[in-house]
Each structure stands twice: as C-alpha cells, then as structure tokens.
C-alpha cells in the first residue's frame, strides 16, 4: 500500500532498531524477497477464485460448495494467522519468516493432492494461515533494513507483491488452471514459494535486532475497542471485493455467455482497478482521515448497482470490474493508517489483524454471494451480498469512527 498506510504498525519497530548495529549487506535483495513471498501468496490465494470452476467439476460439487475452499483459506487469515502470531511472539523474525514459508509450501503442495472438496478445504485452511503472520513479520524485517523514518515506504514496497498477484500471478494461474489442470496451478504456486523461500534464506538478514516481543506487547492492542470496529468496518465493506472477485469466472461465462479464455484478461483489468485505487487512495489516505473510506465504499455501491442491472454486457461489466477494484482499494489505505494508528506499538499483531480483517470480507462476499446463487437469483446476484455489506459498513462507520460532523469538516492531515 501507499507509504502512509502502515506508518503506524511500522514506527514502533522503527524506534526500536534506530541503533541496530548489524549492517544490511543486500537491503533491497531482502525486500525484493519480502516482495516475491507476498506475491507467491497472492497468487495462491487470488488464483483459487479463478479456477473455481475447475475444481468444481473435478470434485463433482456445485460452485457454492466449492466456495468453501475459498472461505476457508479466509478463515485460515482470520483465525490462524494472529494465533501463530502470538505463539510466535518471541521468535525470531527471521525464523519466522522461514517457518511460514515452509507451511504455505505444505498447504499448497496438499491442495494440488487434495481427493476430494472436504480436504481441499482442510488444505485452504493451512495454506491461508501462513497470510497474515507473513505480512505482520515482514513489515518489521521491512522497517528494520529502511531504517527510521522509512517504514512506510519499506512496507508498500513488501506489499507490492499482492498487487502484482492481483494484475499478473491470478491470471497467469488462471491459465495455467485452464491449460493444465486446476492442481498445476497449486504447484506452480508452490514453485514460486520454493524460489521466495531461497531468497529468505539467502537474504534475510541473521539478527538479534529481529528478535520478538513480549506477547503482552501485542494482547494489550485486543483490549482497544476502536480496534475491533475498524476490523468490523473493514470485513463488512471490502466484502464487495469478493462477491464479485470470487465469480468473476461465472460471470464471464454465464452472465456474459463469452468463452473461458476471457476469464484471466477479466482477472487482470480487476487487478489493474486495484493497483490504480491503491495509489489513489494511499495519497487520499495521507491527506484526509476518513474521506478515502467514505468515497471507496460509496463509489463501489454505485458500480454494483450498474453490474446487478447491466452487467450482463461485456461493454458494462468490465469497466465496472475495473471501477470495484479501484473504489474498494482507494478506502483499504484509510482503513490501514486509522487501524495500525489505534495500536502502533503492537505492530506484527496489527499486521496479522488488517490481514485477518479483509479476508473476513473474503469470506463473508464468498458466503453472501454463494447464498444468492443457492437461493436462485441469477449469477449477477452476488453483488447485492456485496451492496448490503458494503453499506453496513459504511453506516457503521458513520455512526462510530466518523460521525457526521466530523465528516462535514474531514480534516486534512499535513
């Protein structure tokens, strides 16, 4: 995300290692491999929504069961990730770091195995708990080889890779899936792991400094109440992101009635809305404290409308996937700076929440749409799970975190 983003989760660590002593031989080889893992589980998370289908038929079950391996790899984030970070409290960063990777490559080698729907969801699980913990940790190996003063950016820097996921590794996976078969493309996710986890090892930097925290450090930030409304109001509102993400492939083929081949270019110009919406809404996010939320959910409640009336033309629904990539990033970076600045001082925990947080939306727009699919509502009906979640949030919002004078008067942030 834009540098501002993660100021907050990232300013403890830096004060922390202002008079590190042990030198960074190959800083931005060591981002650069931050960057690769969180692009190798991007890959592996995005690309499941694109091949849904696939494995759909393979395992002979309907696309609403499938979506069970979609929201358990949601599940996985929100449950696993900040359990392993807080059991992982005094470890190490880079033993960490280390460790997640051997997991994810175990979740994902399974899936690729996975007989039949039930253990392909045990293996999503798995592989989905790795998320969280990997984004907390490399957000405090990012700051310590940025040094003070440069967290922010050293953390967008490690984001990137989710973002080149989303525009270039859930495509690619897609068709691979296509082409291959859906358990190539786990693999393929694997081997991009293995290259991420050899260039851990290789540049990682061996370090006391990257020792952990006390666990009451990190459980001190569970007790503030704004925490967990910002989480709230993070799950409900980018839940729109994946009632349409996660059936982007059904819509291309079923709403739209056009060949498969077109799902990775429709994955792709989503990707391409995120990448935009982040760079807007980081800047919108370092000027304004609420205005990149408000403007991001309510752009996107416009642009699910558009897709539930209309989205059955190809013209209409892939400027509208662009768009709902744009206007859900544009509020994720205001979410990240009010979030990690109610807790600065438990930043891998904070990191391991956000990521809980959006995949709690993951799960909760998989669920939504998968219900209005059950219910017979037509394969654009996922987006008004989307609409009617997006607007809880956005009320909540208004009515706790932002309440309507305040909104009047957005102060801008110098």
Request: hydrophobic share 55%.
């Amino acid at each position: 995300m834009h540098q501002r983003a993660n100021e907050g989760q990232c300013a403890a660590e830096e004060v922390r290692h202002t008079t590190a002593t042990s030198p960074i031989r190959h800083p931005k080889l060591t981002l650069f491999a931050l960057a690769l893992g969180t692009f190798a589980i991007g890959t592996g998370e995005f690309g499941s929504n694109g091949i849904i289908q696939l494995f759909a038929a393979d395992l002979d079950v309907s696309i609403p069961i499938a979506t069970y391996a979609i929201t358990a790899y949601a599940f996985g984030v929100i449950v696993g990730s900040p359990a392993i970070t807080l059991l992982a409290a005094r470890v190490n960063r880079r033993t960490l770091l280390l460790g997640l990777v051997v997991l994810f490559l175990a979740g994902n080698g399974l899936s690729a195995l996975a007989p039949d729907i039930t253990l392909l969801v045990v293996f999503r699980f798995l592989a989905g708990s790795v998320q969280g913990a990997f984004f907390g940790a490399g957000a405090v190996v990012a700051a310590y080889v940025y040094g003070p003063g440069r967290g922010g950016k050293a953390f967008a820097t490690v984001m990137s890779g989710l973002t080149v996921a989303t525009i270039v590794g859930s495509p690619l996976g897609t068709f691979v899936g296509q082409h291959a078969g859906w358990r190539v493309m786990y693999w393929t996710v694997v081997a991009v792991g293995l290259l991420a986890g050899a260039a851990l090892v290789a540049w990682l930097p061996r370090t006391e400094d990257l020792r952990g925290r006390p666990i009451s450090d990190e459980l001190g930030a569970l007790r503030r109440g704004n925490v967990w409304l910002m989480v709230t109001v993070a799950a409900l509102g980018i839940s729109s992101i994946f009632a349409v993400y996660t059936f982007i492939g059904p819509f291309v083929t079923d709403a739209v009635r056009r060949d498969a081949s077109l799902i990775p270019i429709a994955l792709a110009v989503f990707g391409l809305g995120m990448a935009v919406g982040n760079q807007v809404g980081g800047r919108m996010a370092d000027r304004y404290e609420h205005r990149g939320l408000i403007w991001g959910y309510g752009g996107v409640l416009v642009l699910l409308v558009l897709i539930g009336v209309a989205g059955g033309n190809l013209v209409v629904l892939l400027p509208c996937l662009f768009g709902v990539g744009a206007t859900m990033m544009a509020a994720i970076p205001t979410i990240q700076v009010r979030l990690t600045g109610f807790a600065p001082d438990a930043p891998t925990l904070m990191g391991a929440l956000n990521l809980a947080a959006l995949n709690l939306a993951n799960a909760l727009g998989a669920i939504g749409g998968a219900l209005t699919l059950d219910a017979g509502w037509g394969t654009l009906s996922t987006v008004w799970a989307g609409f009617a979640l997006t607007t809880g949030g956005l009320l909540l919002y208004a009515g706790t975190l932002a309440p309507a004078y305040t909104l009047r008067r957005d102060r801008a942030v110098a």
